[in-house]
C-alpha cells in the first residue's frame, strides 16, 4: 500500500506567525506532490503543487520537496485566522492518473 | 466547483437500495474519479475513469460500480447500500497528462445510508 502521512493535528499558530505543515510519502516513484486546503464541509481546493527539489513560492505559501528523504511541507506565512482549514498533502502513484492522499492535518489559527 | 457538479448533495437512503450519485463537468477532461471521505481514512479513491467506457478501480472499489457513457458523466452506483458506505463521496477531474496539474473537486454529496 502506497501512503502519504501527515500528523492529524490540531496545529495551533498565533496569527501572523508562520505555520508548518509536513508529509511524507512511502513511494519512490512518485514525482509530483499537491497541497489542498479543505475548509468544514466543503470540497478541498488546490493550494500548490511541486514537482522538483527545493522550494517553490507563491505569494504566503512555500512547498517544499526533499525526495531522498521523502518529504514535502508546507509553509503558510503571515498565517490569518482565515487560513483556519484542514490541509490535504498528495503524491501522485507513478502512473500519472491517480492521486494517494494524506488524512490530513488540522490547522488553527488564533487571534 | 465551476465546471464540475455533483448530485444530489445530500441523500438518505435504506440498507439494500441502490443508489447513483451522478458527476457532471463541462471542461471536457479525460480523467475523472470518485473518492470518498471519511474521518481517520481522509480521501480514498473507489473507481476513476480515464475516458468514455475506460475506468479501472481503486482501493475501495467493493461494492461499488461505475460507468461513462460520454466524456460528460461519470455515476456511481451503489449496487446494494450498507452502513459503512455512509460518507462523503467526491468527483474529481483532471485535464491534460493526468494528474500533472491536480484535481478539481466536485461540491460532493453527503450519503446516509440507514
Known amino acids: 500500500q502506497k501512503e502519504v502521512e501527515q500528523n492529524s493535528g490540531p496545529l495551533s499558530v498565533p496569527e501572523g506567525a508562520i505555520a508548518s505543515l509536513n508529509c511524507t510519502y512511502s513511494d519512490r516513484g512518485s514525482q509530483s506532490f499537491f497541497w489542498y486546503r479543505q475548509y468544514s464541509g466543503k470540497s478541498p481546493e488546490l493550494i500548490m503543487f511541486i514537482y522538483s527539489n527545493g522550494d517553490k513560492e507563491d505569494g504566503r505559501f512555500t512547498a517544499q520537496l526533499n525526495k531522498a528523504s521523502q518529504y514535502v511541507s508546507l509553509l503558510i506565512r503571515d498565517s490569518q485566522p482565515s487560513d483556519s482549514a484542514t490541509y490535504l498533502c498528495?503524491?501522485?502513484?507513478?502512473?500519472?492518473?491517480?492521486?494517494?492522499f494524506g488524512t490530513g492535518t488540522r490547522l488553527q489559527v488564533t487571534l | 466547483d465551476a465546471g464540475i457538479t455533483q448530485s444530489p448533495r445530500h441523500k438518505v437512503t435504506e440498507t439494500g437500495t441502490p443508489v447513483t450519485l451522478r458527476c457532471h463537468q463541462t471542461e471536457n477532461h479525460r480523467y475523472m474519479y470518485w473518492y470518498r471521505q471519511d474521518p481517520g481514512h481522509g480521501l480514498r479513491l473507489i473507481h476513476y475513469?480515464?475516458?468514455?467506457?475506460?475506468?479501472d478501480k481503486g482501493e475501495v472499489s467493493d461494492g461499488y460500480s461505475v460507468s461513462r457513457s460520454k466524456t460528460e458523466d461519470f455515476l456511481l452506483t451503489l449496487e446494494s447500500a450498507t452502513s459503512s458506505q455512509t460518507s462523503v463521496y467526491f468527483c474529481a477531474i483532471s485535464g491534460g497528462q493526468g494528474v500533472s496539474y491536480g484535481y478539481t473537486f466536485g461540491s460532493g454529496t453527503r450519503l446516509t445510508v440507514v
Open positions: 475513469s480515464y475516458g468514455v467506457k475506460d475506468t
Open positions: 498528495a503524491g501522485d502513484t507513478g502512473t500519472a492518473s491517480k492521486l494517494t
